[in-house]
């Protein structure tokens, strides 16, 4: 075990806290596989896996929270003068503005889920201007699901972390694509609903 997770190994709940911290706020820091690697030395008995999902969460609404102010601080100018280096144009920008503008609280609570949405949530929920409250309760909810999932997961795997890891390295894309594809087979199906006529109804 190397670079940044070397951090959990050697500090623990802090390196933990933050990996997943500085995740949040766009810096590219493998805060899942941390927690991965936390939950696993807590099913060896060297960490308390309650203790890490605490930490975890609150580490992750944190840096999202973050991001959140910074995005709101600098609006969209600070977003598409340093969105370029992850690929964030202005047309993708306006695009996941109208987007967050329609379904905002279900983007921000999937996101943790999701490689680059991940780092970028609370920026450009910042930016475009979601409110506070509503941005922190659905960030809440998606960084206690995420925590969950992956702690249980590396809780599970013990010894086997590595084989996890390269695992996670191997299929991700994959998971993305699959993510994707589900994504917009709903947003067709949505749009092809609501663009029914009323009398349509009793054809379904």
Not at 18 to 36: K, Q, R
Not at 81 to 108: N, S
């Amino acid at each position: 075990m190397g670079g940044f997770t070397a951090l959990v190994g050697h500090y623990g709940y802090l390196g933990l806290a933050v990996l997943v911290l500085v995740e949040g706020f766009g810096v590219p820091a493998p805060g899942e596989t941390a927690i991965i690697l936390a939950a696993g030395y807590a099913g060896h008995g060297r960490l308390d896996p309650f203790a890490v999902a605490v930490v975890a969460v609150a580490a992750a609404v944190v840096g999202d929270s973050i991001g959140y102010w910074i995005g709101r601080s600098g609006g969209r100018p600070l977003v598409l003068r340093y969105g370029r280096y992850v690929r964030l144009t202005e047309p993708r920008l306006e695009r996941m503005e109208r987007f967050m503008a329609r379904r905002g609280p279900i983007v921000v609570a999937a996101a943790r889920f999701v490689e680059g949405l991940r780092q970028l949530n609370g920026v450009v929920a910042g930016a475009t201007g979601m409110p506070w409250p509503r941005f922190l309760a659905c960030n809440a909810i998606g960084a206690a699901l995420w925590v969950g999932v992956w702690a249980t997961a590396g809780y599970l795997v013990g010894d086997h972390i590595p084989a996890v890891e390269a695992t996670l390295g191997r299929y991700q894309w994959y998971a993305l694509a699959g993510l994707v594809v589900a994504g917009l087979a709903w947003l067709v199906l949505h749009r092809t609903l609501r663009h029914r006529e009323p009398g349509d109804v009793g054809d379904l």
